[in-house]
């Protein structure tokens, strides 16, 4: 009965039918797999771009407030009087340095922290011996480039995180973000209008 029936199948093409279905769905599942893989590694790949593009920022910050006592005790011995400004940086630069928080977070912080230090260089111009003080000019020379280099890094941060929230967000990949845990990003930017954003001026 068995016999009859192998014999049944073979002749009709049930069995090369079978086996081809077989494959078929063999060969799906093993797309499906490589697909899975590969936007999963995107994903990773992506995710440490993004924290390595946040360790350089968090260089160049920490550059930034090495820079800052300096700068306030030399325009301090020019304006002793303006004890408030100068205390406006030293807390403005301490909440800064704690971190902490999300990247919008230490971005805010940051932007209470470039407020404070445009006061000092306001101060500044009002003493021309200080803005012909050797050490003071190395310093702003030094917080020029800081600055600028935070603005480069922001922006090849800003970049790296829209790469990652648009994949997460976008189908299919947002599948296998999903699965994996991937999250959106915040974005490194400064809050207010456009002129709060740029970096603070150093050069008189």
């Known amino acids: 009965m068995v016999y009859s029936r192998l014999v049944f199948w073979v002749k009709t093409g049930t069995i090369k039918n079978i086996m081809m279905t077989t494959y078929i ?16 590694n995107g994903l990773v790949r992506l995710r440490q771009r993004v924290k390595e593009a946040w360790s350089d920022i968090e260089v160049q910050l920490k550059r930034r407030y090495d820079l800052i006592p300096n700068l306030v005790e030399t325009v301090k011995g020019y304006a002793t ?51 012909a003080n050797q050490n003071f000019l190395a310093l702003q020379q030094e917080l020029s480039d800081t600055e600028n280099k935070i603005q480069a ?10 790469e990652i929230n648009t994949r997460v967000e976008s189908f299919p990949s947002n599948i296998v973000a999903g699965m994996f ?10 809050d207010g209008a456009p002129a709060e954003r740029e970096p603070v001026k150093v050069s008189f």
């Not at 922001?154 to 829209?162: A, D, I, K, L, W």
């Not at 991937?182 to 400064?190: G, Q, V, Y």
Request: proline residues 1%; glycine residues 6%; hydrophobic residues 50%.
């Open 25 to 40: 769905i063999i060969g799906v599942v093993a797309v499906l797999l490589l697909w899975l893989a590969v936007s999963y």
């Open 153 to 162: 890094s922001r922006r090849f941060f800003n970049s790296n995180v829209m």
């Open 181 to 190: 845990g991937f999250k959106k990003e915040e974005f490194f930017d400064l």
């Open 81 to 131: 009087h303006e004890r408030e400004a100068f205390e406006n940086v030293t807390k403005a630069r301490a909440q800064a340095l704690a971190g902490g928080g999300s990247a919008h977070d230490q971005a805010a912080k940051e932007n209470m922290l470039t407020g404070a230090l445009k006061s000092v260089f306001a101060i500044a111009e009002a003493y021309p011996e200080l803005k």
